[in-house]
């Protein structure tokens, strides 16, 4: 089964800065998708960004951003600007058609906003 | 557009008990899927139902079960409930090969006693 892995159990980041969470994965398919979910203490799980792997320009959606390393099987985020209301738990997941397209997901990145 | 809408938010029940949860997914979508996030985990995949059938099951015990109705609306089923059950489960919507769209319910926590 595919795995993906989360290693920074906690960050924190000043508000207005930079922070970067981590992401790596494990798969043998070439054909798959990449996400980062933030899961605010509403429990519901919002979609941040997504990566096809057969792109290889890095996705973006205003100050949201990732970098994808293919050959590396990582997938990292990096939240430019920080505001207090990104903080939350985010999760990378993976998903592909040949494996019925459920997600598999990480353990998570409890992100703190710091004033 | 209501989204995917779950009931009820909160549940407990005693170990031994059964419990249903149900899921309504987001206008358009056909696909329901069903996970179980344990506390300070990432959500587990238990299975997927389009077209009123099972299409995909993840590693969980037959007293895990689920079904669709015709409306696209689902269900999941918990008999013989233990301690270990207790998590957050959440259901996802999606279109049948739409594989880069899926919409997140708010979940039912339940909880075990």
């Known amino acids: 089964a595919q795995t993906v892995t989360q290693s920074q159990p906690e960050m924190s980041v000043q508000e207005a800065e930079t922070v970067t969470l981590s992401c790596t994965y494990d798969t043998s398919e070439s054909d798959y998708y990449l996400f980062w979910y933030k899961q605010p203490p509403s429990r519901q799980m919002i979609l941040v960004i997504r990566q096809e792997a057969y792109k290889q320009q890095n996705a973006t959606e205003n100050r949201f951003s990732v970098n994808f390393q293919k050959a590396a099987k990582s997938f990292s985020l990096k939240i430019s600007d920080s505001q207090l209301g990104d903080a939350a738990m985010y999760f990378c997941?993976?998903?592909?058609?040949?494996?019925?397209?459920?997600?598999?997901f990480g353990t998570g990145t409890s992100l703190t906003v710091i004033p | 557009d209501a989204g995917v809408t779950q009931s009820p938010t909160h549940l407990i029940k005693t170990r031994g008990q059964q419990v249903t949860l149900r899921c309504s997914p987001k206008?358009?979508?056909?696909?329901v899927s069903w996970y179980q996030q344990a506390l300070g985990q990432g959500p587990q995949f238990i299975f997927q139902?389009?077209?009123?059938?099972?299409?995909q099951r993840g590693n969980f015990p037959d007293r895990f079960s689920g079904h669709q109705f015709p409306n696209y609306s689902s269900e999941l089923n918990v008999n013989a409930l233990l301690l270990g059950d207790s998590a957050l489960y959440l259901c996802a919507s999606s279109r049948a090969g739409w594989i880069t769209e899926a919409f997140f319910g708010q979940g039912t926590r339940l909880t075990v006693v």
């Open positions: 206008s358009g979508h056909d696909t």
């Open positions: 139902y389009y077209e009123e059938e099972e299409r």
């Open positions: 997941a993976y998903r592909s058609p040949n494996t019925g397209n459920q997600f598999y």
